[in-house]
């Protein structure tokens, strides 16, 4: 499976802790309008096709619907109902709206949602709406994190078919929430995919070193320009994190675990205001230099140690307390 994301804009108001789109290039109406129908009609004649190789649509902002759709709703709507058909038609596997759920407009969200085919969705055929969570970057307010909490359980109550799934970011705040028992299963979540801290995209993309054995030194260089709270901080305290994951999420959680493969192989996203592309592929196979056990530099996330958090994963899941 390979998915294509493309980003239309970067209009976002949440403005979460190291995200890659926190629109500080505002887009204008006209701007997000001609940039959806773009996408539209890159479908419609065929050219999306005969440029980039996918069975799978994913569509990321920004955000979509806290305003951002305001005056542009039925391009959005025909943009939508076009991605449904190609569904039906059996020419997309899946097709990926992301929306960060706080502060939306849940009737946009639903009126998407409800041009969708769900019966006529085939065994190998999904529809997901990826978010994510992050108590200490995403959520300003208690009342952002309740809100994201309700907005998970309305929409996939609502919509049985649609996989809402999730990405937290293992930093240390979300180390110590899992440990003290504070964190809660959003519930009619399908999954939780868990991805190491690593340098934010300015530090990763701008510096070739990032992605070399070079990683770990550049990491300690930065960490005056991170909170306390986003490295783990201690390898053994990390471990102890991985024994509770396996106890909360299950053995299985592996194949969540620094992994798209649960959904895809390759997730190539493409945001057409820089002219850059993302690669995401959390597997040994990942276009860059790798250490010798075969992960990614960016595995090494301690600040007390340069061990692979991926092996330690890999043990801790396979032979629990044994390890």
């Known amino acids: 499976m390979k998915v294509l994301q493309i980003s239309p804009w970067s209009n976002c108001k949440n403005h979460c802790a190291f995200c890659s789109q926190r629109g500080d290039k505002p887009f204008t109406t006209e701007e997000r309008k001609q940039h959806l129908e ?29 305003g951002q759709l305001d005056e542009i709703e039925d391009t959005w709507y025909k943009l ?11 020419k997309l596997k899946q097709v990926w709206i992301n929306s960060n759920l706080i502060g939306v407009n849940i009737k946009q969200i639903e009126k998407t949602f409800d041009l969708f085919d769900w019966d006529a969705l085939g065994e190998d055929q999904k529809v997901l709406l990826p978010t994510s969570y992050d108590s200490k970057g995403r959520f300003h ?3 952002d994190k309740i809100q994201w909490y309700k907005n998970v359980e309305y929409i996939s109550k609502k919509y049985p078919k649609l996989e809402v799934y999730g990405t937290a970011i293992t930093t240390q705040a979300f180390v110590e929430e899992l440990l003290s028992d504070t964190f809660v299963y959003p519930t009619g ?4 995919n868990l991805l190491v801290p690593r340098l934010t995209d300015a530090d990763y993309f701008s510096n070739p070193l990032t992605h070399t054995k070079q990683y770990n030194e550049i990491l300690h260089s930065k960490l005056n320009e991170y909170p306390e709270w986003f490295f783990p901080k201690s390898r053994e305290q990390f471990i102890q994190f991985l024994y509770k994951v396996r106890e909360v999420l299950g053995e299985g959680v592996l194949e969540n675990f620094f992994e798209v493969e649960r959904h895809s192989s390759d997730v190539f996203t493409y945001f057409p205001y820089k002219n850059t592309f993302f690669v995401d592929r959390h597997t040994k196979d ?3 230099e790798n250490m010798s056990c075969g992960h990614p530099y960016t595995s090494c996330c ?13 043990k801790v899941f396979k032979y629990g307390k044994n390890y």
């Open 302 to 314: 301690y600040l007390d140690s340069n061990h692979c958090s991926h092996c330690d994963a890999q």
């Open 38 to 66: 773009d996408i539209y009609n890159e479908f419609v004649d065929g050219s999306i096709y005969k440029k980039y190789d996918f069975d799978g649509f994913g569509i990321i902002g920004g955000e979509f619907f806290t």
């Open 286 to 288: 990942n276009g860059k």
């Open 189 to 192: 979540m399908r999954a939780l």
């Open 141 to 143: 307010t208690e009342e």
């Open 80 to 90: 939508v109902e076009h991605l449904s058909g190609l569904l039906k038609t059996k």
